[in-house]
C-alpha cells in the first residue's frame, strides 16, 4: 500500500473510560491496540457486535475525548495536503479548525443532536460561521441550499425546526452537513441504526453519493453486516476494543478467516434459506474485565490452549489480515508444542 | 392553530383558576368554625372594651352587613361577585370608613414597585452568574458562589430580612428600620424624594434579591450543567463551532427555556416573600397592610387582599404562560 | 440498594456529613426536652432578663423564663410539627403523583390541574386566612395537618415525573405484558424508586413548614402557649428584644432555626444529588 494512499493511520491506539468508584478506579478498555492504516477514496467499514469499542475508537480517531474517556497509549495521525501529523499534538485552536473542514463526523443517533430552537438553515450558518468567516447571512443560506439541492434532499427542510423533520430525515441531514466543507474523512456512527429499511437505503444512497462527489473517506461503523456488504469497500472487524480481522469486503465475506467473523458473516439471511442461523454463544466479554488470552477464546469452538494464555498476535496475508492463532506463522509448531 | 391548542386551554384554565380560587377564600370564612363577626365581637371584648348587651345585636346586624354574611350562602355568594366586579371589597374595619380598595391602592405601588425590581433583578442576575458558573462549572469562583448559595437559599425570607434588620438597621446604623419614606417627606419627584425612598426601599429589596439570587442562581447553574451535556451541545462542540457560539445559541437559549417555567411557578412563592419582608421592615406595602388586617382581625381587607393577590398571581403566571411559546418552537409549531 | 452502602457512599459528601452532626445535635436538645426541670407554660419562675451563668446557661428571657430550656421544647415541638407536616403531605403527594402518572389522560390532567392550582395561589394567604379562622384551636398536630395540606403539590409533580419516566422503562411493558395488576406493579416495582425520592423531599418539605410555622407564629396566628421556634422568636419581638439588646433571647430561635435550615437542605441536596442518574454513573461505574 503506498504511503501516499494513506490519510489516517494509528499505532498501537489505546483508549480506556477510567471511572472513579468507591475503593479504587474501573477501567474499561474500550480501545486497547488498535493498528489502522486507512485510505484515502475509500468507504471503510468497522464491524462488530454492541459494546465492542467501535463508537469509542471513532471518538478516539476524531480527538473527541471527554473525561472519563482518555488516551492511554499510541497515536493517531492524519496525512493533509502530503504531510502527516499527530491529531493529538495539536492546539485546541488547530484542531477547533481541522473540525468539519478535514474530518467530519456523524453521531449516534441523530435524534437530538440539532438545537431544538433554531431552524435546520441556522444549524447550517453557525457550521459554516465558524469555519468560514467573512460570508455575510444571506451568502451562508445560499451555500446551504445549493448544498442540500445537490444531495437531492427538498429545499424545505432548511426552513423547518428539528423536531417537525422525521427521525430519517434528521439522520440525513446530519450526514449532508457532515460533507459541507468537503472534508476529507467523514465518519459515520451507526447513521442507520433505529430507521427502517427504506429509509435506511436512503440513508446509504446518501453516502455513496457523497463518496463518490468528493472522492473522500467515509469510516463507517455499524452492527449492521449487510450495510458492510452493500458499500464497504474495506472492512475491519472488531471485538473486545481490538481489531480481529480487516480485509476487502468481498474477500471477508468469501473467506472469513476468524472464528468470530465467521459467526458473524453466517448469521446473514439469505434467500432460499431454511436452515437455522447460528450466531456466536455466549456473551461479550466487559470491557472492564477482560479475559485472559485471546478475549474470544471463552465463545470459541476452535480455541486452543495457547488460546487461553496469550493474545494473539496480527498474521498478514497480502490484503488480508487477522490476529487469531489458528492462522498464525508456524502454527503447527505453536499446536504441536502445547498439545 | 396553535392558537387553538395552546391558548384556549390556557385561557380556560386561567379563568377556572381564578374563580375556583375566589370560590375558596369565598366559602373558607363560611365554613370555618368560628363566624367573622364572633371573631370580631371576641377580638373587640378582648381589648377591654365594655360593650353593652344591647347593643351587641345591632353590632351584630351591622358587622354582618359589612362583612356580606346576610342572606343565604346563594345570595352572599352573588353579591360577592357582583361587588368585586366593581371593585367593592366593603369597608376597612380598622380603618372605618375608609373602603378596603382605597387602603388597596394605596399600598399597591409599594409592594409592585419592591416586587417587580427585586424578581427582574435576582432573575436576571442569578440567571447570568449561574448560567457562567454552570458553564464553569469546574472553576474555581463558580464553586465559591455555590458554596454561599448553599447557605442563603435555605433560609426563608423573614429571617434574612431579619438578620439585615438587625445588622444594618440596629447594630449598624446605615439604613432605616422601617417605613417607605420618612415620616412627613411630601411625596413628589424630586431628587430628594427619590433619594429617600430607595434609602428606605434597600434593606427590604436587598434581602429579596439576595435570596431569589441564590435560588436562580443554582437551578441555573443546574439547568446549564444539564444542558452542557445535552447530544445538541456536544454536536456543536465536536463540530468545531465556536464557543461564545455555543454558549450563547446552544446553552443559554435553551437554559431559559425552564427557567421561564420556573419563574412562573414560584411568583406565588416570591410573593409571600415580599409580603413577609414588607413586614419585617414596616414596609407599606400590602405585607404591611395585611399585618395589621390581621392583628385588628379586619375581616374585609384581609379577604380584599387576598382576592386581589390571587386574581394578581393568575394573571402573572398566564403571561408568562403566553410568553413561553416565544422561545420554544417546539411549542409554537406542533 | 443495600442501606449500608448507601448510607456510607452518602457520608462520602461533606454536606451529608455536616447536615448529620447539626441535625444530630438538634435532635438531642430536642430529646433534652423531656429532662427539662421547668415547666415552659409557666412565666416568671425565674428572675427575668439575666445573662448567661452557671444556673441559665442561656440566660432568662422578659417572661422569667431560661432560655436554653425554652429552645429545647422550641425545637422539639417545631420539629413533631414538620414531621407531622412532611409525613402526611408526603402520602398525598406520592399517591397523587403515583395515580396521575402511572394513569395519565384525564385522571392525571384533572389532578395535575388541582396541584397547579394549589401552586400558583398565593398558599401562604390562604393559610393566612384559615389560621386566623382557627387560631385558638392550633396545636402541633393541627398545625402540622393544615401545612401537610398546602405542602404536597410541587412534589406531586416531581414524584409523577418519575412515575412517568419509569413507565416508559422495559420491566414495566414486561410486567404488563405478563398481567401484573396495577397496584401491585405500582407498589412492588415502582417503591424503590419512589422512596429515596420521597424521602428526599420529605426533607425539604420539613424545612418548608418550619419555615412556614415561624412566618406564620411572626404575624400572630399560631396559638402563642406552645413554645416552638415561631413563637419563642414572636415573644422575643413582642418584648421588644432587638432595641433592648436582649440578643440571647432573639437569636436563639434564629440561630436553631437557620441552623436547622442549612442541615436540612444540605441534606436533601447531597440525598438527591446521590439520587441522579447522570452523576451516580460517574460514581459507581455505570452499567
Known sequence: MKQSDVVLRTDNLQAHYILEVPGGQKIVKAVDGVDLQIRRNEIYGIAGESGCGKSTLMRTLYAWMQRPLRLVGGSVYYTRDGSEFDVYGLSKQELRELRWRFIAYVPQGAMSIFNPVIKIKETYRDFLSSHLPGKTVDEMFEIAKEHIEQLGLPVTILEAYPHQLSGGMRQRVAIALAALLRPSVIFADEPTT???????????????????????????????????????DRLGIMYAGRMIEEGDTAEIFENPLHPYTQFLINSLPQFGDTGERVSAPGQPPSLANLPRGCAFHPRCPKAMPICRESSPQTTVLGEHRVACWLHAEGREAVHAAHS | MFLRKYLIPRLIQYFLVIFLGITIVFFIPRLAPTNPVERTIAEIRSRGTYLDPAHIQAMVDALTEMYGLSGSWLEQYKGFWVRLFHGDFGVSFFQFPTPVITLIKNALPWTVGLLFTTTMLSWLFGNIVGGMAGYANN????????????????????????????????????????????????????????????????????????????????????????????????????????????????????????????????????????????IVFSYPGLGHLLYSAISTGDYNLIMGIITLSIVTITTLVLIVDLVYPLFDPRIRYK | MAFGSTLRDLFRDYRFVVAFIVLLFLVTLAVMSFFSPYDPTLWYYAPRDLRPSNEHILGTDSRGQDIFWQATFAIRNSLIISLVAGVISRIIAVVVGLVAGYQGGRTDRVLMFISDGFLVIPLFLILVMLAMLIRDKMNIVNTGLLLAVFGWAWDARVLRAQVLSLREREFTKTAVLSGTPTLQLVFKEYMPYITPLAFSTLINNMSWAIGMEMTLSIIGLTNMDIPTLGTNLKWALNYQAILMRRWYWILTPVTLSVLLFIALYWMSVSISEYLDPRTRVQRVGGE
Open chain 2, 139 to 278: 472553576r474555581f469562583w463558580s464553586k465559591i458562589l455555590d458554596f454561599f448559595a448553599m447557605f442563603i437559599r435555605p433560609i426563608p425570607y423573614y429571617v434574612v430580612a431579619l438578620g439585615l434588620l438587625i445588622l444594618f438597621g440596629y447594630v449598624y446604623r446605615v439604613f432605616p428600620i422601617s417605613g417607605g419614606a420618612t415620616i412627613g417627606h411630601r411625596p413628589a419627584w424630586t431628587l430628594a424624594f427619590v433619594k429617600d425612598v430607595l434609602r428606605h426601599a434597600f434593606l427590604p429589596a436587598f434581602s429579596m434579591v439576595l435570596l431569589g439570587g441564590a435560588s436562580w442562581f443554582q437551578t441555573s447553574k443546574l439547568v446549564v450543567q444539564n444542558v452542557k451535556a445535552e447530544d445538541f451541545v456536544q454536536y456543536a462542540q465536536l463540530g468545531g463551532i465556536r464557543e461564545r457560539r455555543i454558549m450563547f445559541r446552544y446553552i443559554i437559549r435553551n437554559a431559559m427555556l425552564p427557567q421561564i417555567t420556573n419563574l412562573a411557578l414560584s411568583l406565588g412563592q416570591i410573593l409571600s416573600g415580599a409580603l413577609i419582608t414588607e
Open chain 1, 194 to 232: 433505529a430507521l427502517d429499511v427504506v429509509v435506511q437505503r436512503g440513508v446509504v444512497q446518501l453516502l455513496k453519493d457523497i463518496q463518490e462527489r468528493l472522492h473522500n473517506t467515509i469510516i463507517l461503523v455499524t452492527h449492521d453486516m449487510g450495510i458492510h456488504a452493500n458499500i464497504a
